[in-house]
């Protein structure tokens, strides 16, 4: 069973940029099958999709984040990464990493989750 | 972006039937869009009880199955039980981008 564990900083500045990583074990980040996403949870709110890296570094980004966000894998540590700028109170949220099965013609499940991560925005 | 719409929330009996719906803002929800549904217990990271419509993980409990209804996604759960008290969650994909519906709480009273 594959694991993955989010990491970074609990607290960020407004207007600075949120780094997050996630480290996945029991499986490679090569892995064709996966593609590697992040979600995010305001607290007491809804799930909002930030987006997905492949493993090749082709990405899709939430059209509503995506002139803030930026994703990177690195196959060398089995990571992958969350950049959001120019963050504000409203990105404070549990964050979460999660694996996405993607077939050539269809969608499985997330199969596995980290724990999430909560990311607070304030001065 | 699109918006996708689920009921807020649900009241379900033990032992009873509740359909859960998840419709967008596009149009008729199809298999196309892939319909996922999640559930979330307090304090937990969400998961996957149905994706592609009605595919099952081997984690989904019988008395959970997915459909589209109506023009919309569904999860009907048959035979509630207290265990099933939680948040679920839809999931949509448009091409690429892919957008969450807001939630039901579902209470089983």
């Known amino acids: 069973q594959m694991q993955l564990q989010e990491s970074g900083p609990g607290l960020v500045t407004p207007s600075e940029t949120l780094s997050l990583t996630c480290t996945v074990s029991?499986?490679?980040?090569?892995?064709?099958?996966?593609?590697w996403t992040w979600i995010r949870q305001p607290p007491g709110k809804g799930l909002e999709w930030i987006g997905y890296?492949?493993?090749?570094?082709?990405?899709d980004y939430n059209p509503s984040l995506k002139s803030r966000v930026t994703m990177s894998v690195d196959t060398s540590k089995n990571q992958f990464s969350l950049n959001l700028s120019s963050v504000t109170a409203a990105d404070t949220a549990v964050y979460y990493c999660a694996s996405q099965i993607g077939y050539s013609y269809s969608w499985g499940p997330f199969d596995s989750w980290g724990q999430g991560t909560l990311v607070t925005v304030s001065s | 972006q699109a918006v996708v719409t689920q009921e807020p929330s649900l009241t379900v009996s033990p032992g009873g039937t509740v359909t859960l719906t998840c419709g967008s803002s596009?149009?008729?929800?199809?298999?196309?869009?892939?319909p996922y549904w999640f559930q979330q217990k307090p304090g937990q990271a969400p998961r996957t009880l149905i994706h592609?419509?009605?595919n099952k993980q081997s984690w989904t409990p019988a008395r959970f199955s997915g459909s589209l209804l109506g023009g919309k996604a569904a999860l009907t759960l048959s035979g509630a039980q207290p265990a099933d008290e939680a948040d679920y969650y839809c999931l949509l994909s448009y091409g690429g981008a892919w957008v969450f519906g807001g939630g039901t709480k579902v209470t089983v009273l």
């Open positions: 890296i492949y493993y090749t570094g082709s990405t």
């Open positions: 592609d419509t009605s």
């Open positions: 596009t149009g008729a929800v199809t298999s196309g869009h892939y």
């Open positions: 029991g499986g490679s980040i090569y892995s064709g099958t996966y593609f």
